[in-house]
């Protein structure tokens, strides 16, 4: 079974900083994805990848398969940024998803 | 674009009762599946449905727990007989050739 873990837990920047969430996961995995949990709850998909490095506006995501090891870059942080970012691994050819406990990021104006 | 739906998006049930969630995937998606999340606590995977039947389940998704695809366009998650220990948002999602899922906004169930 796949141990995913995040770090941090929680994350309070100014606006403009640049922002790194850590992720970790036991297990050799198929792929890992980066969602974005609003404070309604809803879940976005931000990137999935299984390998190398995937760039979307000012989200950039790395995974590094040897140390089983991703993580979730913001650069410019904004306060519309602010939500909860979890990292979920898929194993194998399965498509369930197991879930980190998620960062709590903040940006303050 | 094109959005995973999920109705309704509060449900409110005494214990021991049926409850029915239901979730219209994105049209052209051949994934689907259903997660929870305890307040405060992770998302957790329940099953994951392709071609009409279960392909995948966890230790949560117990007899209790049925899916169904009645029609070509809903999705449904059954409880047969609510718990307290089952109140959670309830997640379901759809993908297609891909492993991108994408998620519905979710129904809170709250069982008293």
């Known amino acids: 079974k796949n141990e995913v873990e995040q770090s941090p837990q929680n994350l309070t920047a100014q606006e403009g900083e640049f922002i790194t969430i850590n992720c970790s996961y036991s297990v050799g995995i198929s792929a890992l994805h980066w969602l974005q949990q609003h404070p309604g709850g809803g879940i976005v998909s931000l990137f999935m990848l299984s390998s190398g490095k995937k760039k979307h506006g000012r989200l950039i995501a790395t995974i590094n398969i040897q140390e089983k090891h991703s993580s979730l870059h913001i650069t410019a942080s904004h306060p519309r940024d602010s939500a909860v970012y979890i990292c979920a691994a898929g194993s194998g050819s399965a498509r369930q998803l197991t879930f980190g406990s998620g960062t709590q990021l903040t940006v303050l104006p | 674009e094109p959005e995973v739906t999920q109705t309704p998006s509060h449900q409110v049930t005494q214990m021991g009762q049926e409850v029915i969630l239901r979730c219209v995937p994105i049209s052209n998606h051949l994934y689907f599946y259903w997660y929870r999340q305890i307040l405060g606590q992770k998302v957790e995977f329940l099953v994951s449905?392709?071609?009409?039947?279960?392909?995948?389940k966890s230790e949560i998704f117990d007899d209790q727990f049925s899916v169904e695809r009645p029609d070509g366009s809903n999705f449904t998650l059954k409880i047969r007989s609510t718990k307290l220990e089952d109140s959670a948002m309830y997640f379901c999602?759809?993908?297609?050739?891909?492993?991108?899922?994408?998620f519905g906004p979710g129904t809170r169930l709250t069982v008293l």
């Open positions: 999602a759809s993908s297609g050739q891909g492993d991108t899922q994408y």
């Open positions: 449905f392709y071609n009409n039947e279960i392909s995948e």
